[in-house]
């Protein structure tokens, strides 16, 4: 199916283990974001992409990499995870254009004990 | 400061009801705006874009006061399907969004 999709859903890990959360979008949009959201906070940026073999460093990127080795994949990894990255993590996708939507994976909810 | 701002409410309406939510941002020089949904446990979706002559789809209208700085979002006649988060959203130039922390409504029967 057409769009973005992201994996896996729910994930619960212990502290310092290294985490990937996969995200895949069909539209061959040439940007890609990749969020956190917590309570209070709303959604943070933490890596985006512009297109294959480029990213850049959003808001809250420490602790996180990022690569972009093909259009449609933009996986997200946490090294050593601690608790403090327990959150809801949305993958995003849209056009360069500064007024097109984002279109947003379906989230993974990730735990770190 | 924030870059979005937004009153976390929750606002509690009856259906039929008008409601109304603003948000400020703080760069002046910001660019594009947007309301976004986001139903519980799920993830955000464009709800309107906000032109800066106002802009209306069916029952929902968008405002946009640059000297101000602020933007606002009109429900009127609140459907219970209106029961959502709704997230402001401003680019204020170049790749970024913002997001506020959202507004809450709950439409009551």
């Known amino acids: 199916d057409a769009g973005i999709t992201q994996s896996p859903r729910y994930k619960i890990t212990e502290t310092g283990r290294q985490v990937t959360l996969m995200c895949h979008q069909t539209w061959s949009h040439s940007y890609m974001f990749w969020y956190r959201q917590d309570l209070g906070h709303g959604l943070r940026l933490i890596y985006y992409s512009a297109a294959a073999d480029i990213t850049d460093k959003g808001e809250v990127p420490d602790g996180y990499v990022v690569s972009r080795s093909k259009t449609e994949n933009f996986p997200l990894t946490l090294e050593s995870a601690t608790r403090s990255q327990t959150s809801v993590y949305f993958c995003?996708?849209?056009?360069?254009?500064?007024?097109?939507?984002?279109?947003f994976g379906p989230g993974t909810r990730l735990t770190v004990l | 400061r924030k870059e979005v701002e937004q009153d976390p409410g929750p606002f509690n309406v009856p259906e039929g009801a008008t409601v109304a939510f603003n948000c400020t941002y703080s760069n002046s020089a910001s660019q594009s705006f947007f309301w976004y949904r986001q139903d519980c446990r799920k993830e955000p979706k464009l709800l309107m874009s906000?032109?800066?002559s106002g802009n209306e789809d069916g029952r929902f209208t968008a405002q946009l006061n640059r000297a101000s700085q602020y933007i606002s979002l009109l429900i009127r006649d609140s459907k219970l399907s209106d029961s959502a988060t709704y997230l402001c959203v401003v680019n204020p130039g170049g790749t970024q969004f913002y997001f506020g922390t959202g507004t809450s409504l709950t439409v009551i029967p």
């Open positions: 906000v032109y800066s």
């Open positions: 995003a996708s849209r056009t360069p254009s500064s007024y097109n939507e984002q279109f």
